[in-house]
């Protein structure tokens, strides 16, 4: 859809993403284990909204509304309501209707949509947030709270780690189809821990990965599910990370930003976004991400560019596979050659179409609830130049996002343009 009204991001801020293996994560072996805890949910969510207000200097009373993703609160946390706990971040927003979006690890897209047409109807400042925590428990008690993003009747006894194994189907059935091999994905692995290792907010930005590692399964890189057809197709180093961490985002309309005192050269304009969902548990073709291909064909068509104009893109990489296929709906390369376009290093920092160029879900993390913001953030923040040592040598133009939610089946694409 393209917006009636004219929607701007204004800028906004993120927490360091955190998790097992990043050095400040507090667990069983750290030396501050007992001493010191890790941050909450809530700490995570006031940190972001208190740091997307400052970095845009927009005082909180000046927001109208906003929308929060954010999937298992409940389940890691304790913690539900959540539009009611993001207003403790400032006691300006007090009374300022927040409200929360749960769409699986789409859910922070869908806070953007929500974002965006509540700018259409009325409405000139609003905030889109997302924030989760999910180190509370063990990984295999947590990959159970994650399977209510499957068809749970029907899904969840595919193997302990279940969308590990739902993603491990679609590699065994990718690599049988189109004669692909694990080294021929492994590249989308080796990507994302580089560009991870120059990102300071990673969760894993001190670990490296090479292709050697990213290719064989081993003590050290290990084939984890139970499920013995599907076991062979999935290693550590394929997943994304078990994350915490928040990020907030600013949007506003032509009108918006003449009263907080913003031009639109200052901020990148959304063009054009699509949303669509797929009904549970009836995946039509594992080889392709049919629901993304749907959203993005829209939200090229409205934004009226083709795939060749993208110049920076943030992809939902939940698997090494998962980017393979996310290359293919958005159109860079063509059914069965994806991984053509990342073994040429077309997807690199400074390929032709730069994908996840601060890591990734695999390697920033995938704190599920903040992960569509994140992304819209890291291409506000490619477009402004603020990226550091991951920064795309050449200024973006027009960029692209794609959060999806479960087996793709809920799937948010926007689309950006840098007017600065």
């Not at 700018?119 to 709270?145: I, N, P």
């Not at 110049?311 to 063509?334: K, N, R």
């Not at 996002?401 to 809920?410: E, F, I, L, S, V």
């Amino acid at each position: 859809m393209k917006p009636a009204k004219k929607v701007f991001i204004v800028g906004g801020d993120l927490t360091t993403f955190i998790g097992k293996g990043h050095p400040d994560f507090i667990w069983k072996r750290h030396p501050d284990f007992g001493t010191r805890e890790n941050p909450t949910l809530e700490d995570l969510t006031v940190q972001a909204i208190q740091g997307a207000l400052e970095k845009t200097g927009v005082s909180a009373d000046q927001i109208q509304r906003g929308y929060i993703g954010n999937f298992a609160g409940e389940l890691f946390s304790n913690q539900g309501h959540m539009g009611a706990l993001a207003v403790r971040a400032d006691e300006k927003l007090n009374g300022t209707p927040f409200i929360r979006v749960e769409g699986a690890c789409a859910s922070g897209g869908l806070a953007i949509v929500g974002a965006i047409e509540s700018l259409q109807a009325g409405l000139d400042v609003v905030m889109a947030a997302g924030s989760e925590v999910q180190t509370t428990v063990s990984a295999r008690e947590g990959a159970g709270f994650l399977a209510r993003a499957s068809h749970w009747e029907t899904e969840r006894e595919i193997d302990d780690f279940t969308f590990p194994a739902m993603f491990a189907r679609r590699a065994k059935i990718y690599k049988e189809a189109f004669d692909v091999t694990d080294a021929d994905i492994a590249p989308v692995v080796v990507k994302a821990y580089s560009n991870g290792n120059k990102n300071p907010y990673a969760h894993m930005r001190t670990v490296n990965v090479d292709l050697e590692k990213a290719s064989t399964a081993g003590d050290k890189n290990p084939q984890f599910l139970k499920n013995e057809d599907l076991r062979e197709h999935l290693k550590v180093t394929d997943c994304s990370q078990v994350s915490d961490g928040g990020a907030a985002i600013i949007l506003a309309t032509e009108e918006g930003l003449k009263k907080l005192g913003k031009t639109p050269e200052e901020c990148i304009e959304i063009t054009s976004y699509g949303v669509a969902t797929s009904a549970l548990g009836k995946v039509e073709d594992y080889t392709e991400l049919g629901t993304t291909k749907k959203a993005a064909a829209e939200a090229y068509a409205d934004a009226g560019i083709k795939a060749d104009d993208v110049q920076v893109c943030e992809v939902h990489d939940c698997f090494s596979i998962t980017e393979v296929l996310m290359y293919e709906a958005l159109g860079f390369a063509e059914k069965g050659k994806g991984t053509e376009l990342a073994k040429a290093g077309e997807t690199g920092i400074t390929g032709k179409f730069p994908v996840n160029t601060g890591g990734g879900l695999i390697a920033f993390g995938h704190p599920v609830g903040a992960t569509g913001v994140k992304q819209a953030l890291e291409v506000f923040r490619q477009m402004k130049g603020e990226c550091g040592d991951y920064q795309i040598p050449t200024t973006p133009a027009v960029g692209v996002t794609a959060n999806m939610g479960g087996d793709d089946r809920t799937s948010v694409v926007i689309t950006y343009k840098n007017l600065g």
